[in-house]
């Protein structure tokens, strides 16, 4: 089955730098990878995804990065603040007929003003 | 529009008991899928439910059954309770079952002693 590893597991930033979290996951045929945002005590919260059939995909400060090839995604947040400081997941949906999410061990956030 | 809710938001049980947790999907969603997230893990696919038929499951023994409704809602059912089954559990609702996106409830805290 699909194994989806993400790092690093703790991230401090101060305000205003920017954050990247890096998965890497082992099925192929993976085709759709989202990145969840969880606070304390709520449920995640989709804040990104991006198909296998693109590269890159931006939304304001988030953006996020595909190499099919390696099998690595990555999340960018840009001029962070302290709301961003949070648990994020990265996930991976395996090929046709399984639409389970597989998704990485987290990593806290914490964006320091 | 109404987003995923879940009930109850915290459970205790003890070991041995049996536990039901309730799922309502987001208005126009047919496809539920529930999550296991232990403390400090990523959530991990316990089952999903279309048409009111399982539709996929995880690495989790029998003792964990579902059920869906006409009116796709969803009972998640835990037999023969156990230490390790305290967990976080969510609900996720997507459009249809094909659909990419599965956006969260709040999650019930199961909590066995």
């Known amino acids: 089955g699909e194994n989806v590893e993400q790092h690093p597991s703790t991230l401090s930033v101060q305000e205003g730098d920017s954050a990247v979290i890096k998965c890497t996951y082992s099925?192929?045929?993976?085709?759709?990878f989202p990145w969840y945002k969880q606070e304390l005590g709520k449920g995640p919260q989709l804040i990104i995804d991006?198909?296998?059939?693109?590269g890159e995909k931006k939304d304001q400060r988030i953006a996020v990065t595909l190499n099919k090839t390696a099998k690595h995604f990555s999340l960018h947040i840009t001029e962070t603040q302290p709301e961003d400081s949070a648990v994020y997941f990265c996930?991976?949906?395996?090929?046709?007929?399984?639409?389970?999410?597989?998704f990485g061990k987290g990593t806290k956030l914490s964006v320091i003003p | 529009e109404t987003g995923v809710t879940q009930s109850p938001t915290h459970l205790i049980k003890t070991r041995g008991q049996q536990v039901t947790l309730r799922c309502s999907s987001q208005?126009?969603?047919?496809?539920v899928s529930w999550y296991q997230q232990a403390l400090g893990q990523g959530p991990q696919f316990i089952f999903q439910?279309?048409?009111?038929?399982?539709?996929g499951r995880g690495n989790f023994p029998p003792r964990f059954s579902g059920l869906q409704f006409p009116n796709y809602s969803s009972e998640l059912n835990v037999n023969a309770l156990e230490l390790d089954d305290s967990a976080l559990y969510l609900c996720?609702?997507?459009?249809?079952?094909?659909?990419?996106?599965?956006?969260f409830g709040p999650g019930t805290r199961l909590t066995v002693l």
């Open positions: 996720a609702s997507s459009p249809r079952v094909s659909h990419n996106e599965q956006f």
């Open positions: 099925d192929s045929a993976s085709n759709y």
């Open positions: 991006i198909r296998s059939n693109v």
């Open positions: 996930a991976a949906r395996s090929g046709a007929g399984s639409y389970q999410l597989t």
């Open positions: 208005s126009g969603h047919n496809t």
């Open positions: 439910y279309y048409r009111e038929e399982e539709n």
